[in-house]
């Protein structure tokens, strides 16, 4: 167990839906800036935003303070990703390493691109379809570097730490040998995802070959220095919310109960009583019509 849990205020599919995060003490955390990058010694922790096979674009939210994870929000409107054949929503947990941060103002000499401006993606490819704002720990096998709009959007691929599998996979070779077709699938994902919005297809860098382990481990490492950065403040975030209770090196460190405080503010947790829909793809469908 993590020690770690999550608590959701409102009602999901909405605007006002949130994930909080709290720590061991039931005490609310940043999943940004409070959980630890590291969970053991070559082990990261991941935060899952976006469970297998489901559509819901869901993201931490740099900006707010807490930074809790909400659906994303396009002119007005709740984002969904479609079902890209022949595909089913996502087809990895989806989420993020907690401590990193894609820096806007640094080219990428890897993909003459800057940051994402987000902490960086993982795509968990165990076999357990994680919950919304579960805490997972992970072991990194490789990364893919693609390049979202003109900037950098590195996309880590690891697994799960706890699946029945994962002493069989150490590096990216071990996916392409025990999952074949699954790294393909990934690039085609991601190229392609947009393209029923209207937008063009995503590229990539080393023409999208996914690189191996240590060179994943190299810029995760990289993007925690910027991170660190970002949070004593020697780097101007440009509005997002460094808002944290745990890094004592930050003036934007805050006690327990001003971050309970942010929370107490919003609509109350949402019971079993709330009206949601019990089918997502026909709420899916429902929002897209």
């Not at 900006?63 to 479609?82: E, F, H, M, S, T």
């Not at 096998?141 to 069989?168: C, F, Q, R, Y």
């Not at 297809?201 to 240590?214: G, T």
């Amino acid at each position: 167990m993590s020690g770690f849990s999550s608590e959701e205020r409102a009602a999901p599919f909405t605007l006002e839906y949130r994930v909080f995060l709290k720590n061991e003490k039931g005490q609310y955390i940043s999943p940004f800036h409070d959980i630890p990058i590291y969970a053991d010694k070559d082990v990261f922790h991941m935060v899952v935003e976006v469970p297998r096979w489901s559509n819901a674009k869901m993201e931490i939210a740099t900006k707010d303070p807490l930074n809790p994870i909400k659906q994303d929000v396009k002119k007005g409107k709740l984002r969904y990703v479609a079902n890209l054949f022949p595909y089913k929503g996502y087809i990895w947990n989806y989420g993020a390493i907690p401590q990193t941060w894609e820096d806007p103002r640094h080219n990428d000499e890897h993909t003459g691109c800057c940051g994402d401006n987000d902490p960086i993606d993982v795509c968990e490819i165990g076999s357990k379809v994680c919950a919304r704002g579960e805490i997972i720990r992970v072991k990194v096998l490789g990364i893919l570097a693609m390049i979202d709009e003109g900037e950098t959007d590195w996309k880590v691929i690891a697994i799960n730490v706890d699946d029945p599998d994962a002493a069989n996979y150490n590096d990216i070779n071990d996916v392409k040998r025990l999952k074949p077709g699954y790294l393909e699938a990934t690039v085609d994902w991601f190229r392609r995802y947009k393209v029923p919005d209207g937008k063009p297809e995503n590229q990539f860098a080393f023409n999208a070959e996914f690189k191996d382990k240590d060179f994943a481990i190299d810029i995760i490492k990289s993007t925690h220095d910027y991170w660190r950065a970002l949070v004593t403040k020697k780097t101007d975030g440009k509005g997002i919310s460094c808002m944290n209770t745990t890094v004592f090196e930050s003036p934007f460190q805050c006690d327990p109960d001003a971050a309970k405080a942010i929370v107490d503010a919003l609509p109350p947790p949402c019971e079993s009583a709330c009206t949601i829909p019990t089918d997502v793809d026909k709420w899916f469908h429902h929002q897209k019509n």
